[in-house]
């Protein structure tokens, strides 16, 4: 079973930065995709971004061009570099992984693997 150990959330001003980190704790040899899912105070979990195998990567609209998600050579740790921060980023925010090759399009639920939640808190 792959273990994901999040870290690098905390407290930003508008227009600052964070960067997000996602360590896998055992082999991820049986992993296609990874993903960075945040959650909202009385939200719905939405996806990100996504990095599957072979580099392809995805964004939700709201992030496009402020966020940039990669993964180590190793890939054992994954990363979501967040530029241009908003207040309407603030969220807990979850690193998911899992064996198939999913996209934007999937649900949250579907994911196999989950870290256990990292909180950004955005202010004006």
């Known amino acids: 079973e792959v273990q994901l150990v999040e870290s690098g959330g905390g407290s930003a001003q508008a227009g600052g930065s964070l960067r997000l980190s996602c360590a896998a704790s055992?082999?991820?040899?049986?992993?296609?995709?990874m993903a960075w899912f945040r959650q909202a105070p009385g939200k719905e979990r939405e996806g990100v971004a996504i990095?599957?195998?072979?580099?392809?990567?995805s964004y939700a609209d709201s992030v496009k061009g402020r966020f940039t998600i990669s993964q180590d050579n190793a890939k054992t740790t994954l990363y979501l570099q967040m530029n241009s921060l908003k207040p309407e980023d603030t969220a807990m925010y979850y690193c998911?992984?899992?064996?198939?090759?999913?996209?934007?399009?999937?649900?949250?639920?579907?994911?196999?693997?989950w870290g256990q939640g990292t909180q950004v808190t955005v202010s004006s």
């Open positions: 998911a992984a899992d064996g198939r090759q999913l996209s934007m399009a999937d649900s949250w639920f579907v994911w196999d693997y």
């Open positions: 055992t082999s991820t040899y049986s992993i296609y995709c």
């Open positions: 990095r599957c195998s072979g580099g392809r990567t």
